[in-house]
């Protein structure tokens, strides 16, 4: 069973928005950190954003690819389970496979410090 989920994804075009979901499936991650990654065809999956347990407007940390910082926000509702990647102003190089995670070390960027993986949702931007 497939421990994270995401949905949200789509095609938009340039400038356009998108919101991304992610939501666990058949247990909790209280506690952890949250990531989201992407994959797109022939490059190595690459770091997006992250959130603490108590990110975003419980007052914790956010982190975010110098590539999409400003663009895209990353959130978490833990009542509802869930975690969110806004993305603004969508740029045709965003168009990947995205990855949601879990890990339980806060700040961390590689792929390896996230033991949970969701199936990914295809995003793509059209110029």
């Known amino acids: 069973q497939v421990p994270l989920v995401e949905s949200g994804g789509g095609s938009v075009q340039s400038g356009g928005s998108l919101r991304l979901s992610c939501a666990p499936s058949g247990r909790t991650f209280s506690g952890y950190s949250m990531g989201w990654f992407r994959q797109a065809p022939g490059k190595e999956r690459e770091f997006v954003a992250s959130?603490?347990?108590?990110?975003?407007?419980?007052?914790?940390?956010?982190y975010y690819a110098d590539s999409v910082k400003g663009r895209f926000t990353i959130s978490r509702d833990n009542y509802k389970n869930t975690v969110y990647l806004q993305m603004n102003s969508a740029k045709p190089e965003d168009t990947a496979v995205y990855y949601c995670a879990a890990g339980r070390l806060e700040g961390v960027r590689g792929v390896n410090n996230y033991p949970y993986w969701g199936q990914g949702t295809q995003v793509t931007v059209s110029s």
């Open positions: 959130i603490s347990w108590n990110g975003g407007s419980n007052g914790g940390s956010t």
